[in-house]
Structure formats: structure tokens, C-alpha cells
């Protein structure tokens, strides 16, 4: 069973940088394709990055791209998402996620959470101004 564990969440001010870790066990990771998502109160999981692990291929949302980055550690099986100049609209819950049914990268429909089976507890992201 696969296992996702995230970290390095906090308080930031606007500007500043965060780099989070998804820890991942349970599994032989180098067919998977992981993620990392965001959700605000009220509002559906919003897609933010994926990367295949075999390649480390790379997918990421517009509202990110140039100030994210996801990365992974084969050794330490550990997904990474540095965040640089976050802005207060950063904020919100993150969450690791993690498929292994896709045989391809990307799909078009990465951005959806549905298309990822197994997810992490999140850790919370917040952006002062």
C-alpha cells in the first residue's frame, strides 16, 4: 500500500520561498507519476505539478510555472516541490498524490485529481502580505 507523507509546510511572507516533501513508501516508484495538488476552503483540489518518476519528466499550471519546481531524490524516494516567490494566493493546503496506472507523460487530464489513487495528509502553506 502506497504511503505519501508530506512536509515542510509554514507561515511565509509574500516573496519568500518554501520547499515542501512528499516522502513515499509501499511501492516500487519508477513507473508512477506523483503530484502535488492545492486546496483552499470551499474550493475543489486544484492541480499545481507532476512529475514521472522514470525521467523525471515535469507538468505544471499555469499559475506556477517559473516559480515551482518539481523534483524527486530516487535514494531518499521523496518528491519535492521548491516554491519560490510565493504570493498570498499561494496559500492553501498541499497535498502529494500518486498514480501508477498511466503508461504515458502527460495525459490530458493531469490536472484532475481523480486520476490519482493514492494521496498524502497535506500540510498547510500560508503567505502573508
Known amino acids: 500500500q502506497v504511503q505519501l507523507v508530506e512536509s515542510g509546510g509554514g507561515l511565509v511572507q509574500a516573496g519568500g520561498s518554501l520547499r515542501l516533501s512528499c516522502a513515499a513508501s509501499g511501492r516500487t516508484f519508477s513507473s508512477y507519476t506523483m503530484g502535488w495538488f492545492r486546496q483552499v476552503p470551499g474550493k475543489e483540489r486544484a492541480f499545481v505539478a507532476a512529475?514521472?518518476?522514470?525521467?523525471?519528466?515535469?507538468s505544471y499550471a499555469d499559475s506556477v510555472k517559473g516559480r515551482f519546481t518539481i523534483s524527486r531524490d530516487s535514494a531518499k524516494n521523496t518528491v519535492y516541490l521548491q516554491m519560490n516567490s510565493l504570493k498570498p494566493e499561494d496559500t492553501a493546503v498541499y497535498y502529494c498524490?500518486?498514480?501508477?496506472?498511466?503508461?504515458?507523460?502527460?495525459?490530458?487530464?493531469?490536472?484532475?485529481?481523480?486520476?490519482?489513487?493514492?494521496w498524502g495528509q497535506g500540510t498547510q502553506v500560508t503567505v502573508s502580505s
Open positions: 512529475l514521472r518518476w522514470s525521467g523525471a519528466s515535469t
Open positions: 498524490a500518486a498514480t501508477g496506472r498511466w503508461t504515458t507523460f502527460p495525459i490530458p487530464t493531469i490536472h484532475l485529481a481523480r486520476e490519482y489513487d493514492d
